[in-house]
């Protein structure tokens, strides 16, 4: 083209980055990548391959190895293997390893960038300016936690062996999320990028040969789905880290179920971007621009839900629509797009699906006349008008370029559209007032908030979902909790332990006789505040162990677990009671508690033939544990995370919301307060399933919630048979979060019937804890538990 | 919204330049327009951190892009050690702003390329008008008691006056930044009306000393305040003061420059001054005007750059692009 032309035409000519040293890299390995195993490259036991393109323009990029069963199966041993020799070095050597791959990344963060762009169809402005600085920037912030694991953790160690799943939408930034933090606690790593895009993972696996990371520590082995499932079902992995869709997720959970592993999902989304009337426009619509059009819009926290208030919805329109226009469309290297290619055929026809769907349900659909390249897989930016809530394109992750807009009157029914979907990734708000953004942030079910911005990332901030879109965090101190386990699980025994404390009679405290209550007093269900009688209206025998009937208590059915858990979520008030306001109801349960302790000792003992002053041993821990509980009340607060740009990254602890609780067998009040109280402690609203055995205590706590102002609907307990009502509880689609206390088998019941809403589970995997030894009994791992980090991003300055 | 007196398109400029739109007649004013105005300084940071890496300008786009950005420098020296020699000698340079082989190499010796303007004080019009003789480049005389405008109307709409009558057929004023930061929106209207009414045929180019402006939602009301009032053009600094244009603050005020041209069908022109040395900073903020407003803000009728050393850089990019050497400052005539 001639200077001269272009002085008068003012266009943007061609800019492509080189690929030279990137294929240079892919000749070196004659095309063909092997499975990296053990520090070394191996030949697949599958002999098979597959090929990888580039979706920008079709071609051939190199031949990956397939790995089946066997292949897995070796690349977990070797993790295992590798597992002493990686503890016993210690965490300043693991911090120094971190750091060199830290520093290897960067050297080479041009070779990643342009690798990605071409293996991935994303821009090559995105791979170098955002995802490759983020990976190096992961590698930093963990190898600082690496170094400090021992002293600023100490409670806690590694989990072992971890497999991790990752997307093809991010592949080396979701490989560091997940590597990063994995070794920097000491664990080693089975690691399996997906099958579009492997090849900046291989090319870490040479970083890792590199730094001369210990053999086995990190494995990549590559291949799809069925890979994905061995690596899954391999019984000596600790740990599964999966990133990607939710149906996968559901799948893993299910897999897993009972087997003990720990389990981090990273899901799907459908988030909000929430634009209120006093709104900078211009700048809502660059966000818009970083929400959806980022990344072509396959972004598992993708702004895909445009909320706009009424009143300035057609002003946004019109300027979303002029800016699109200017929106360029092209290959991945070209260094003046805004928008790359679709990942793959079988992506660009679910959108396009979606989308005619979208047409079909009576959106109005915009899209800009830009262009899109011929060869490969491209997108139009697009945007639907007019959609309805109930629109399928309103509902489902697109994962693409394709933004949904509805409208609002008031903020009421912002938060309403907002948390109208079974996803809570992260959703973004748009306004210049600090009140309103500070109060629709913690109303939002997402586990990350941007106020102002979007699509930001840092290392030392958490990223997850609420809902379906998973649990576990990744990044800060909050995602470091996913690959360690508390020390006192090593502890716990394979059958109950009771309480054997030689507490001798206290010869102050009067003992009134041990026999039994009267008959005639039959617990009801205590629910919403009320004592209520069962659905089915039965009532089943309470007997001692030499099988005397010492009373009765209400069979709860199903319906009554309904019922309980429609009142627990009618309870408001005691989820936005401060902290200070929660511990002086807690402190006054304790009160109350020590008021009737002879009482409460004589039920214990009745029903468990302890001695007296072992059952008032009891009652007199649970007073204590309900102190703990109170002292904490306003003591487990968040963070300011220090993240890397000009904003305060609060970390809030949010309350999972309604979880039901299924409470030991043994230590009929000890273990019922002990679960008890450290969820309603972060603002839960609770199901309490009691003691089947022993359900008494529970009973009698009714008076006790009565006499301490503890708000109608926070504590609700349906007596009965256990299995059956967490059975119930865990299918149940308005349940958050559950525990259960109880046998080897309900554990993986539970785990897996959770997985259809993906409620947070804590579960016993039929051990046992000593529920009067402090350390095994109570503490902020129970609150930890009990709630779900929010990370809100304030961007500030004037 | 009044649109008051829109003249047909397409007039012939002074300096032979197509002059393809109406020239801001401004409107009444209208607190209407700027008491809602709300900027997020971060969002705005954050667009103008990608403006100059989204897109990329290489080769011969790059020399194109650079010898239009040529043609939007308004060539500048505004010193208290200005004096007749050195003020031909920046005329001169404005005439032939690139040596001529390098033209020719590129194909553009035939286009009689010059700067857009030569920005000098008061004292200096005389000296310039001799040296710019035949070569229909503007100029431009910085008025009204610049940089820090600290003198009473009277007086600035004398001095816009006596430089009109000296031959500047453009004038930049300065703001009274004392009522922007007391928020006396309706008198700063009104004494830049006056300017505007002083300035007569002579383009009047506003200029806001966004530095001394304190916020960027300051800086967007004073913009829509100075295009309500009549400006031809907005300017971001005088160059004097301690911090001069920016991309953010650029960004502000062409985003008021576009709502501008919504409300009224006006279209204003934009000035960022002070701080741009480099070809590269010139390629973002022609990126910015591209991107933000439209290609027709990439011509000198409605935009400009305010500078001194920017020249010398770009014909050292222009030689590489040319030779594939990178040049050196001594091989290009200076101003």
């Not at chain 1, 933004?403 to 748009?430: C, D, P, Q």
């Not at chain 1, 210049?432 to 997402?446: F, T, W």
């Amino acid at each position: 083209m001639k200077v001269k032309e272009i002085f008068e035409t003012m266009d943007y000519g061609i800019a492509p980055e080189s690929s030279i040293v990137a294929q240079d890299w892919l000749n070196k390995h004659k095309g063909q990548f092997q499975l990296f195993i053990d520090g070394k490259w191996q030949t697949p036991t599958s002999k098979k391959y597959f090929s990888s393109d580039s979706p920008s323009t079709k071609t051939h990029l190199a031949k990956i190895a397939e790995a089946n069963v066997k292949d897995v199966d070796k690349a977990v041993k070797a993790a295992k293997k590798a597992l002493p020799e990686w503890l016993s070095i210690g965490a300043h050597n693991r911090a120094r390893y971190l750091y060199a791959l830290a520093r290897q990344i960067q050297k080479h963060s041009r070779l990643f960038a342009v690798l990605e762009s071409l293996d991935n169809g994303k821009p090559i402005r995105e791979t170098r300016d955002l995802d490759i600085p983020l990976v190096a920037r992961h590698f930093y912030h963990h190898a600082g936690w690496a170094q400090v694991r021992d002293t600023e953790l100490s409670d806690y160690k590694e989990v072992g062996v971890v497999g991790q799943i990752i997307p093809w939408n991010f592949p080396l930034l979701m490989l560091s999320w997940k590597i990063a933090p994995a070794l920097a606690m000491g664990n080693t790593v089975v690691l399996k990028p997906a099958e579009f895009t492997s090849l900046t993972a291989l090319l870490f696996a040479e970083i890792c040969q590199q730094v001369g990371l210990p053999k086995g520590v990190v494995n990549i082995i590559t291949g799809a789905g069925d890979t994905g499932a061995a690596l899954v079902s391999h019984p000596e992995v600790n740990k599964i880290a999966f990133t990607g869709s939710t149906e996968v997720g559901r799948i893993i959970r299910r897999a897993t179920a009972g087997t003990g592993k720990k389990v981090s999902l990273e899901l799907g989304g459908k988030s909000p971007f929430i634009v209120f009337e006093d709104a900078d426009l211009d700048s809502v619509v660059e966000g818009v621009v970083d929400a959806i059009w980022f990344n072509q819009g396959q972004v598992c926290c993708a702004g895909s839900r445009l909320l706009v208030q009424e009143n300035i919805a057609q002003q946004l329109y019109k300027k979303l629509k002029s800016r699109m226009k200017k929106l360029r469309l092209g290959n991945s290297l070209d260094k003046s797009i805004d928008i790359g290619a679709i990942v793959d055929k079988v992506q660009l026809k679910t959108i396009s699906e979606l989308v005619e769907q979208g047409i079909a349900d009576g959106g109005k659909i915009y899209q800009p006349d830009n262009g899109c390249p011929k060869e490969g897989y491209y997108y139009p930016p697009t945007l639907f008008t007019d959609v309805s809530p109930s629109a399928t394109i309103a509902q489902v992750e697109i994962f693409g370029p394709v933004l949904v807009a509805m409208t609002f009157r008031t903020h009421e029914e912002a938060v309403a559209l907002a948390n109208n979907t079974r996803y809570g990734l992260a959703a973004s708000l748009w306004t210049e007032n600090i009140n309103l953004a500070l109060d629709v942030a913690p109303k939002i079910k997402a586990g990350t908030v941007w106020i102002n911005c979007t699509n930001v990332f840092d290392a030392a901030s958490g990223f997850g979902g609420y809902r379906e879109s998973g649990f576990g965090r990744e990044g800060g101190l909050e995602g470091l909790y996913e690959y360690l386990k508390p020390k006192v699980e090593d502890e716990l025994k394979s059958h109950p332990v009771l309480n054997k404390s030689s507490v001798k009679a206290n010869k102050k405290s009067k003992v009134t006789g041990n026999e039994a209550p009267n008959i005639d007093r039959t617990a009801k269900l205590y629910v919403g505040g009320k004592q209520t009688r069962p659905d089915g209206g039965y009532s089943l025998s309470v007997l001692n162990p030499k099988g005397e009937v010492i009373g009765e208590v209400a069979q709860g059915n199903r319906k009554d677990i309904r019922n309980a858990v429609e009142a627990a979520h009618a309870n408001k008030k005691w989820g936005e009671m401060t902290g200070h306001a929660k511990a002086q109801v807690l402190y006054y349960l304790a009160e109350n508690l020590f008021i009737r302790k002879e009482e409460f000792a004589n039920r214990i003992s009745a029903m468990t033939s302890n001695s007296i002053a072992v059952a008032q041993n009891e009652v007199d821990l649970s007073i204590q544990r309900i102190y703990t509980y109170a002292a904490l009340a306003d003591k487990y607060d968040g963070h300011v995370h220090h993240t890397t740009q000009r904003n305060v990254t609060l970390a809030m602890p949010e309350a999972l919301g309604v979880m039901g609780i299924v409470c030991p067998e043994e230590f009929p009040l000890l273990g019922f307060v002990s679960t008890v109280l450290p969820a309603i402690t972060m603002g839960n609203s609770v199901v309490v399933i009691p003691s089947e055995r022993a359900p008494l205590s529970a009973t009698d706590f009714y008076q006790i919630l009565d006499t301490s102002d503890v708000p109608g609907g926070t504590v609700n307990i349906v007596t009965g048979g256990k299995d059956e009502l967490t059975e119930v509880l865990a299918g149940h689609d308005d349940v958050d979060g559950l525990w259960y206390f109880g046998t080897a088998a309900g554990s993986k019941m539970v785990e897996y019937k959770s997985a259809d809403n993906m409620k947070r589970t804590w579960v016993n995997y039929g051990k046992f804890r000593n529920w009067t030894d402090n350390k095994q009994g109570e503490g902020r791992e129970f609150l930890r538990k009990a709630s779900q980090t929010k990370n809100i991003w304030i961007p500030y300055g004037e | 919204m009044a649109k008051t007196n829109i003249k047909s398109a397409d007039k012939i400029k002074a300096n032979g330049s197509i002059h393809h739109h109406s020239r801001n007649e401004g409107i009444p004013f209208d607190l209407d327009l700027i008491k809602d105005i709300k900027i997020n300084k971060s969002a705005v940071e954050r667009r103008a951190s990608t403006i100059g890496t989204r897109r990329s300008v290489k080769k011969e786009w790059q020399a194109a892009w650079l010898l239009r950005a040529i043609t939007c420098i308004d060539l500048t020296t505004l010193s208290g050690d200005d004096t007749p020699g050195n003020v031909h000698r920046l005329c001169a340079k404005a005439r032939q702003p690139v040596r001529q082989d390098i033209l020719k190499a590129l194909e553009m010796d035939d286009q009689n390329l010059t700067v857009g303007a030569v920005c000098v004080y008061h004292n200096l019009i005389s000296e310039a008008k001799k040296a710019l003789k035949g070569s229909n480049i503007p100029i431009a005389a910085v008025s009204t008691g610049f940089p820090a405008g600290q003198i009473t109307l009277a007086q600035k709409l004398k001095q816009i006056e006596l430089s009109v009558k000296a031959g500047a057929t453009e004038i930049d004023i300065v703001i009274s930044r004392a009522l922007v930061l007391t928020g006396e929106w309706a008198k700063l209207y009104d004494e830049i009306a006056q300017m505007r009414k002083a300035c007569g045929e002579a383009h009047m180019k506003t200029i806001l000393a966004t530095g001394e402006l304190s916020t960027l939602t300051n800086v967007a009301k004073a913009s829509m305040v100075a295009m309500m009032a009549g400006s031809d053009f907005i300017k971001t600094s005088t160059g004097k003061e301690s911090v001069n244009a920016t991309l953010p603050v650029s960004l502000v005020m062409i985003r008021m420059i576009r709502a501008y041209e919504e409300q009224t069908g006006y279209k204003v022109g934009f000035k960022p001054a002070g701080g741009i040395r480099t070809a590269k900073q010139a390629l973002e903020w022609l990126i910015l005007m591209k991107e933000e407003l439209g290609n027709e803000w990439l011509r000198n009728d409605l935009f400009r750059f305010g500078a001194s050393g920017l020249l010398t850089d770009i014909e050292r990019q222009l030689e590489h692009y040319v030779t594939g050497r990178y040049s050196a400052v001594y091989r290009h005539p200076m101003a």
